[in-house]
């Protein structure tokens, strides 16, 4: 579903994607695990085609981002991690104005959004304006908005950041089912918990190198040990032989 190859982004002096190549199939829960800084967000945009690599190719569902950009963008959500929502709208108002941006037929919009509103719990606030919406209720709006179209894959930039434990604790549950019916989640995170826990396969960026990638036994015995996923994340930073 996503295909990387050799990809490298620049900006001024900073290097700030180094040579990345990665598959992932689909249905497959993908965490890109990585300090600030690492390279994470600018991989995301990447995928997104909001941003262009200054070298190598990105391909979703085998559209090319740079050639077939429209075809890729239809198969793809994307929530940011500072997730932009109209404050002067309903959350139902949100969901309708996204709906009509994806140019959903309007029968099959109300019944999808009806389906995300009882699936983010979304019922008891969703005709409020989203000004008096909690960091969470915009959040789940946000992701309720991103699964309308029932993209093929859904990206998420740091998604547990800001959210209290419960919150968390569903977004989890709701990524785990998303992968489990076909859709392929990529997220980024720095929480090595969130990684250890949730994901397939988890990535480990650091200075804008993919250093280690596979399952957790995999990237142990990469790392030649046999510990928590954060020994594994030090060991292999610390022989980073770029580091
Ligand atoms: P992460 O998401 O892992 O925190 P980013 O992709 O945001 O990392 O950043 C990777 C590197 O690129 C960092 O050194 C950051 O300072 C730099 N960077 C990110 N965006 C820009 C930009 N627009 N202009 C210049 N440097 C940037």
């Given at each position: 579903m996503i295909r990387l190859e050799n990809v490298s982004k620049r900006y001024g002096d900073t290097l700030a994607v180094d040579g990345l190549s990665l598959h992932v199939p689909p249905g497959e829960l993908f965490a890109c695990l990585g300090p600030n800084g690492a390279g994470k967000t600018t991989t995301i945009k990447m995928?997104?085609?909001?941003?262009?690599?200054?070298?190598?190719?990105?391909?979703?569902?085998?559209?090319?981002?740079?050639?077939?950009?429209?075809?890729?963008?239809?198969?793809?959500s994307y929530v940011p991690d500072q997730p932009f929502i109209y404050d002067k709208l309903t959350g139902r108002e949100f969901l309708e104005f996204i709906a009509g941006l994806y140019g959903m037929e309007p029968v099959h919009a109300a019944r999808r959004m009806d389906e995300?509103?009882?699936?983010?719990?979304?019922?008891?606030?969703?005709?409020?304006?989203?000004?008096?919406?909690?960091?969470?209720?915009?959040?789940?709006?946000?992701?309720?908005?991103?699964?309308?179209h029932e993209p093929k894959l859904l990206?998420?930039?740091?998604?547990t950041v800001g959210l209290d434990p419960k919150s968390i604790r569903e977004l989890k549950r709701l990524l785990r089912q998303l992968a489990d019916g076909g859709t392929t989640v990529?997220?980024?995170?720095?929480?090595?918990?969130?990684a250890q826990e949730l994901a397939d396969r988890i990535g480990i960026i650091d200075?804008?190198?993919?250093?280690?990638?596979?399952?957790?036994?995999e990237l142990r015995s990469a790392a030649a040990h046999d510990g928590s996923l954060e020994e594994v994340f030090l060991?292999?930073?610390?022989?980073?032989?770029?580091a």
């Open positions: 995928l997104c085609g909001l941003l262009k690599p200054s070298v190598g190719r990105v391909s979703v569902g085998g559209f090319d981002l740079q050639t077939q950009g429209d075809r890729a963008r239809q198969l793809i995300v509103i009882a699936i983010f719990h979304l019922g008891e606030f969703v005709d409020d304006l989203t000004e008096r919406y909690s960091h969470g209720m915009r959040q789940r709006t946000v992701f309720a908005s991103a699964l309308l990206i998420a930039d740091e998604p990529f997220l980024s995170t720095h929480t090595l918990d969130i200075r804008g190198r993919l250093i280690g990638c596979g399952t957790l036994d060991r292999l930073t610390e022989t980073d032989p770029c």
